[in-house]
């Protein structure tokens, strides 16, 4: 017994951020998929790993508090550099993205995108990251391989599950179309920015009645739910905020980490909502 908790110790003290990261891909997904966003974003794969922060996005403040915390291996769920494949060409001559990029370096941190994996297969982690957030893990699902996006709760209304999210999520931007009073039982869940076909898709469903979704494009289904609304149909639409609608799925890929490196110290860190209502002002900062 002494002998296997020497020998992890001595793991933990020479995990190399590349060995971390390929254990990571494999737990989310069995074979990692050839052309992908996950990949290292900055830093030197084969630093050891000091301890290991999750987080919806990696800015500036996140960066800090690992710092702060002795976190090395960022593993973040969006980009790091401001587009989705984190090409640098259009900022490298920008004060901003040299600013960030030098911290990385300066404190020799290793950023980490974990976005398609954790998706993937059979299960979107992510998803189930909200739904325990909201409690809803155990409300049922259609059967097929979309049913998991599909979910029935308690009757409830339109405006009711909106103050119930909004303090659930603790969302200061979230936006809703539709009828405060309509009825809702159905709903589709679609975290992230999913696009207007698959968020128009959720919402053709017969009986749904509401999608809620982090972020959409205010001239596509934006404006679809509008319409619907007009037509007299029972539709509505959620929108949290990307971040809000992500962040308890990093959340919960923390707690993945914790069982898969025992060893180790693995935080996560709230990257918090980018944009504030000006009747709450902005929110805190949390660590």
Known sequence: MLL?????????QTLRASDAIAQIQHRYAAVPAATTVDTVK??????????????FLDTMDVLREAVRRGDNLIITHEPTFYNHRDDTSYFKDDPVYKEKRAYIEEHHLVVFRLHDAIHAGATDHILMGVYRALGWENYPHP?????????????????????ALQAQLHA???????????????????????????????????DVELLIAGEASEWETVEYVRDAVAQGRHKAMILLGHEVSEEPGME???????????SLRVDHLVAGQPLWNPEQGPAAKKP
């Open 4 to 12: 296997a908790l020497i020998s992890t110790a001595l793991q933990a």
């Open 42 to 55: 900055a830093g030197d794969p084969e630093a050891v790993v000091t301890g290991i922060a999750t987080t």
């Open 143 to 163: 059967t097929g391989p979309t049913g998991q996006y599909f979910v029935t709760i308690p009757k409830t209304t339109l405006g009711e599950i909106a103050r």
């Open 172 to 206: 200061q931007t979230m936006r809703v179309e539709g009828n405060p009073a309509l009825s809702i039982t159905h709903v589709a869940l679609v975290p992230g920015s999913a696009g207007l076909e698959r968020q128009v898709l959720a919402l053709r469903q017969p």
């Open 252 to 262: 919960e890929c923390a707690k993945e980490l914790r069982v898969l490196f025992p």
